[in-house]
C-alpha cells in the first residue's frame, strides 16, 4: 500500500510539472493581454471603441479579423509611426490619419498588439517583444 501511495504521489507530481509547464505560455499570455487591456484603453479606445468598433468612418474597427491577420507585422508600425494614408479596413476606406505613439517601449507595443489581437472576434495568439522589434525594422 505505501508503494502504490509514493508511487500515486510521485505521478500527481510529474503530471502537475508537466500541466504547469504547459500553461507557462499562457500565464505569460494572459499578463500581456491584462497590460496591453490598460494601454488600450489609455491610448487607443478614445478612436477605436470600448469594443473595437471604430469611429464610423473616421476611425476603423479592429474587429476584421481578417486585416489584422494580413497585416499583423504592420501593426507595430502603425503603432509608432501612425498612419498618414488612407487605409481599407473590411472594404471601407478611412482617409483620417491615425496619431504616432514613437515613446512606447517594445514590450508596451507587443501587449497592446496581444490585446488588440485577441479581443473583438480576433484570436491570434501571442505576441512577443522580440516580433515587435522584428516588424519595426521591417516598417513600410
Do not use: W
Not at 117 to 132: A, R
Amino acid at each position: 500500500m505505501r508503494k502504490f501511495l509514493i508511487g500515486s504521489l510521485f505521478l500527481l507530481v510529474i503530471a502537475t510539472i508537466i500541466y504547469s509547464c504547459q500553461d507557462a505560455g499562457k500565464i505569460k499570455q494572459d499578463v500581456y493581454y491584462v497590460n496591453g487591456r490598460d494601454l488600450y484603453i489609455k491610448h487607443c479606445q478614445n478612436c477605436h471603441g470600448a469594443n473595437g468598433e471604430g469611429l464610423g468612418k473616421l476611425t476603423p474597427p479592429l474587429t476584421d479579423t481578417i486585416f489584422l491577420k494580413k497585416n499583423k507585422q504592420q501593426i507595430a508600425c502603425f503603432i509608432k509611426n501612425g498612419i498618414k494614408s488612407p487605409i481599407i479596413v473590411n472594404g471601407q476606406m478611412y482617409e483620417g490619419s491615425m496619431p504616432d505613439f514613437p515613446t512606447l517601449a517594445n514590450i508596451d507595443m507587443a501587449q497592446l498588439v496581444v490585446y488588440i489581437s485577441n479581443s473583438f472576434g480576433n484570436k491570434q495568439g501571442m505576441y512577443t517583444q522580440e516580433e515587435i522589434a522584428r516588424d519595426l525594422k521591417n516598417c513600410r
